[in-house]
């Protein structure tokens, strides 16, 4: 993530603004808008920024139609008028620079229109009365929450060499992950939570920040899948059906490895690099299964050693592969990805944020394939003509080399 270029700007007509408010907004990215309301100086003797900054939808303001979603540029209200609005001038008045940080997805899906989300915008600043930077992220990209592609950007905005009080500074928003408890649902989301932690900043509740709630005791402090736990060590598992097996690499005698893994776990990394002398049979590939197969027959024949990187996850598709290895007499090895289905989404989103990784690419796997391997997965067996049944976890496992230092921040931050 470079520092940011000079930012375009768009003239945008107001969906329910005065006109005496609506003004020029700043677009960076094709899919981020800001502006700035207002002038803001650091106070003096200061030397570090304290940021305040906040969610919208859920935090500042909800629906007056009571809907999960604004209807229109009209359809808001804040969150409770006097205490939000007394809550940002205290802040203002302690030398805080305000900001509004808020996910608009819905503007590049069709839900709702750039001019009513600006237009939205505009009324709720002019409610609130205090100097303020807004940041709104329309796309499914690096910019979008949790994901930190909008830091070097709110950089850039205030100059470029801020230096952030991060003892002091927060970032405040409703989906934080909580748990549902009494008549409260649970979160949506822990998006904003994980976008403090991204940050290095506190992080508050609207409770906490804005109504003067406790401290909040049910905000989640471990997650199943934690990026920024990747990278401390090397450990590879044997799996449970051979606990004899240290290692997962190449066998100095002919075999067929048949990799067992969701989307976005890991696949390609193993046949590429750990079974790099292997010949690597890939259906994105060669897009049929009917070729594959061929293609691992063709190979065997010639007495070369063969990676399946597949989903392989059923008997049915593993069959012909397992047919063919007793057919050449040849043995066979699968190996397991066990990696929790947070990870296979995690790893999903880096390839498409990041545009100088070897593992980039221009588009999402859909989530429902994701899910699907989760819910259809067969674990393969040694009953099924498996030699040996191999596991590989995430505990401790290494990575690298990245393209730069900026990917591998990336890459260790939470995206999802």
């Known amino acids: 993530m470079s520092d940011s270029p000079p930012a375009k700007k768009q003239k945008v007509e107001g969906g329910g603004a005065k006109p005496s408010v609506m003004s020029e907004w700043n677009q960076h990215g094709g899919t981020v808008y800001w502006k700035n309301f207002g002038g803001w100086k650091m106070p003096e003797g200061s030397s570090k920024v304290k940021v305040a900054s906040f969610d919208l939808d859920g935090t500042l303001v909800v629906t007056k139609s009571g809907g999960a979603f604004a209807k229109d540029a009209s359809d808001w209200k804040l ?53 303020i930077q807004v940041f709104a992220a329309t796309g499914d990209d690096m910019y979008r929450k949790p994901a930190p592609g909008l830091f070097n950007l709110m950089k850039t905005v205030n100059g470029g060499a801020w230096d952030l009080d991060k003892q002091t500074s927060f970032y405040c928003g409703d989906a934080a992950g909580r748990p549902a408890g009494g008549s409260r649902k649970k979160d949506h989301s822990d998006s904003d939570l994980k976008f403090a932690l991204n940050w290095g900043v506190g992080f508050k509740t609207p409770e906490e920040a804005l109504l003067g709630a406790n401290k909040a005791t049910n905000v989640p402090s471990t997650f199943t899948f934690d990026p920024r736990q990747m990278g401390k060590g090397n450990q590879v598992q044997a799996g449970k059906e051979n606990k004899q097996a240290a290692e997962i690499g190449p066998s100095d005698k002919q075999e067929l490895i048949l990799v067992v893994g969701p989307p976005g776990s890991g696949k390609s990394f193993f046949a590429t690099r750990t079974f790099s002398s292997y010949a690597r049979v890939n259906q994105d590939t060669l897009k049929t299964k009917e070729k594959c197969l061929k293609t691992a027959k063709e190979a065997l024949e010639k007495g070369k050693s063969v990676v399946v990187d597949n989903q392989n996850k059923d008997k049915g598709t593993r ?15 699968a190996l397991v990805l066990e990696v929790p289905k947070e990870f296979c989404f995690h790893t999903n989103a880096y390839r498409s944020f990041s545009k100088s990784s070897q593992e980039s690419r221009a588009h999402k796997v859909p989530p ?48 999802t």
């Open 79 to 131: 969150l409770d008028p006097k205490k939000v609005k007394e809550s940002l001038q205290r802040l203002h008045r302690d030398g805080f620079l305000l900001q509004i940080v808020t996910n608009q997805k819905g503007v590049t899906t069709g839900k709702t229109s750039i001019n009513d989300v600006m237009g939205r915008i505009e009324g709720v600043v002019k409610a609130l009365d205090v100097p």
């Open 319 to 333: 069959a012909g592969y397992l047919s063919l290895c007793k057919e050449k007499g040849v043995p066979a090895r």
């Open 368 to 415: 429902m394939v994701i899910h699907s391997f989760f819910k259809n997965v067969e674990r393969p067996t040694k009953e099924e003509g498996f030699e040996d049944v191999l596991q590989w976890s995430l505990k401790d496992i290494s990575l690298g080399p990245f393209a730069s230092a900026e990917d591998e921040t990336l890459f260790k931050s939470f995206l």
